[in-house]
């Protein structure tokens, strides 16, 4: 069954960076989104990315977090610095259209999460 595989969290302190990593299981996808959930809090919206290429970031985020795509690894990137301790949750990445050698999945296709805290 095809899946996003994530990547990239940890423990990091105030002011510091991480890169998270999305890809598929097989094949690729040009449409997605980051998404965060903190402890106790509804799941936001982080950033996305068009099938265009547009970026789109939350407020919160936006200047910090930046979003790259390596087609060649079929990999899509958060590139977050600046990090504060608000940051801290697990995030998730997001796509409902995965293409494939032969065959398009479509679906609410989810990332297992990765954990990311940033000390203060």
């Known amino acids: 069954q095809v899946q996003l595989v994530e990547s990239g969290g940890g423990l990091v302190q105030a002011g510091g960076s991480l890169r998270l990593s999305c890809a598929a299981s097989e094949g690729f996808f040009n449409a997605m989104a980051w998404y965060r959930q903190a402890l106790g809090k509804e799941r936001e919206l982080v950033a996305s990315?068009?099938?265009?290429?547009?970026?789109n970031y939350a407020d919160s985020v936006r200047g910090r977090f930046t979003l790259s795509k390596d087609d060649a690894k079929n990999t899509v990137y958060l590139h977050m610095s600046s990090l504060k301790p608000e940051d801290t949750a697990v995030y998730y990445c997001?796509?409902?259209?995965?293409?494939?050698?032969?065959?398009?999945?479509?679906?609410?296709?989810w990332g297992q999460g990765t954990q990311v805290t940033v000390s203060s």
């Open positions: 990315i068009a099938n265009s290429g547009a970026t």
């Open positions: 997001n796509t409902n259209r995965i293409i494939a050698p032969g065959i398009t999945y479509h679906g609410d296709y």
